[in-house]
């Protein structure tokens, strides 16, 4: 943890003061250096009042998503979050990840931006991210998966990040095959899985999660009002990203967790619990080829086992997914 990391978690966990030399004592540092480091903050966006009497005492904390903030609020992790870095605007955080793994960044990075201009969904699509509105990242992996296996991914990211959703803000989150996370029918997120292999080698994967949080109605373009929704329409308030940013890493890396111990099994339970596509009619679009059928159940690597209408098992790795009615 850096020393601005500490000094946040110290100032949290005191929230009546602690005073300068308290935490020159506990980081190491004089007292001139604890108030330097404070006035970082301050500017930084974190209010924090000095006093004779209590020290110094946080007010208030920014909505800003900060590195230092992220790592004291994220406590003891295996995997993913051990790096993190946050830009301000980028074109799309996949990129600066991908670009993290060819210069070989280990795996567990984490790569936030307050706005993309340039944020894509599947197949080169458009994924809307204005500033401040939402959780924009992207993580670094190196599993120990074959290619084929890599699927996987896409059912952990998308069980560990339903969960952060639902124990954050307690709304009926649900997943609707492979990729997107719905509440009411609409979708409040979306996962992009990036893959970079050999025959039958994984070198990395990037996983690049969208997470609509304090949009209001007006905020979406009109073209995605019919589809999209966000954490704040959805309950009538706003949340703290950095509050949900954390608990989507620590669910994420329990799940990572249990992928590496050879749990998916336990991941993909989970999966179908909460899943809004199994046991419903469907149309699955698969470039230009067209399916219905009913979606009956996951496989051991994450792919959708559709029974068709004609009475084929047919197994989907990729495409989208309309639910019919
Ligand atoms: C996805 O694609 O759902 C994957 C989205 C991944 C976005 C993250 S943000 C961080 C990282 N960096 C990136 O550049 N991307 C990742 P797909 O299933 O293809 O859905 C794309 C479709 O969702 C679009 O064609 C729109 O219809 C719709 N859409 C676009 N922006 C949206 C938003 N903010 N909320 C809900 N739907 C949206």
Known sequence: MTTDAKIISALRASPGGVSGAE????????????????????????HVEAGPHFGYRLTEEPDALLADDLFSRL????????????????????????????????????????????????????????????????????PELPPQEITQLTVMSATALRRAIQKVTGLPAQIKWPNDILIGGKKIAGILTELSAEV??????????????????????AELRPIATSLRVESGHEFSRAELATAILQELDAD??????????????????????????VTVHIGDRKLHGCAEALDDDGALLLRTEHGHLERIIGGDVTLEK
């Open 23 to 46: 935490l020159a004592t506990q980081l190491g540092i004089s007292r001139a250096a604890v108030w330097a480091r404070i006035e970082e903050l301050r500017q930084a966006g974190f």
């Open 75 to 142: 406590g003891p992790i295996q995997v993913i979050g051990r790096d993190i870095h946050v830009f301000q605007e980028t074109a799309s955080t996949n990129d600066i990840a991908e670009k993290l793994a060819r210069d070989g960044a280990r795996e567990g990075v984490v790569v936030f931006a307050e706005s993309q201009t340039k944020g894509r969904g599947r197949l080169g699509r458009k994924w809307v991210s204005p500033g401040r509105k939402g959780l924009w990242f992207s993580l670094l992996l190196r």
């Open 200 to 221: 039958d080698r994984v070198r990395h994967v990037i996983i690049g999660m969208g997470v609509n949080v304090n949009f209001t109605t007006s905020d979406f373009p």
């Open 256 to 281: 990572y967790t249990r992928i590496r111990g050879h749990k998916f099994a336990a991941v993909a339970d989970e999966w179908e619990r909460h899943c809004a596509t199994l046991g419903r009619n």
